[in-house]
């Protein structure tokens, strides 16, 4: 075959792929916007499949696989986001939120366990290393919370997964992070209850010595 009719070729082919590849990205980007995640996933695989480096793709897969309950999924996606796109906020934080929620899954192991919640605080404190400015301190209330679950885990665990200081020193980082929300937002209630069961269950683990 000549030079010039296999160069045709693969234009075509490639301009084929690009076509495909951003039919199935419009029509997940519409499913999304409409609220049909199912159905966002099932358009937005095809075209990660046609071309695994188009970022916008992967993010809304993983958001749709986050919105799916689908949360390994998600958490995959999002980390092949991340890879091209590593100062992605946004992308951490729900790649957290999705860990916080497998963390949380009563059949996994306490390896598992540790490995989710713990992940979940790494990716936070990540956004907010990107993003310190949030505007709606939605990474940090999101941390706060996280630390919580973490420390409550470290101090029902048994064998060597229970850790009374680490439990004790998370629930004190989860006091702090929502005491910076609370400030920055003295009306709102929600915060100053998430405060006070954090320190509930402080208090809870100090006093048993």
């Not at 702090?176 to 929600?190: C, S």
Request: charged share 25%; hydrophobic share 40%; glycine share 4%.
């Amino acid at each position: 075959m000549k030079l010039s009719l296999i160069i045709s070729f693969l234009v075509i082919t490639s301009l084929e792929n690009a076509s495909a590849q951003n039919s199935y990205f419009k029509l997940g980007q519409q499913a999304l916007m409409n609220g049909d995640f199912k159905a966002a996933v099932s358009q937005l695989e095809k075209a990660c499949l046609i071309d695994s480096t188009n970022a916008n793709a992967l993010w809304m897969l993983g958001y749709s696989y986050y919105h799916s309950e689908n949360y390994k999924k998600s958490i995959a996606a999002y980390s092949k986001e991340l890879l091209i796109n590593p100062t992605d906020a946004n992308a951490y934080y729900y790649r957290a939120r999705a860990k916080s929620y497998l963390g949380k899954d009563v059949q996994l192991s306490a390896a598992d366990k540790e490995k989710y919640l713990l992940g979940a605080i790494i990716d936070l404190t990540k956004a907010i290393s990107i993003d310190p400015n949030d505007t709606q301190n939605k990474f940090l209330q999101t941390r706060g919370i996280a630390y919580r679950e973490y420390g409550l885990f470290k101090l029902q665990a048994t064998g060597h997964f229970y850790d009374k200081n680490r439990g004790v020193n998370s629930l004190k980082a989860s006091i702090g992070d929502l005491e910076k929300v609370l400030a920055d937002n003295p009306d709102r209630v929600d915060i100053s209850s998430l405060i006070e069961l954090s320190k509930q269950k402080l208090d809870e683990a100090m006093a048993h010595r």
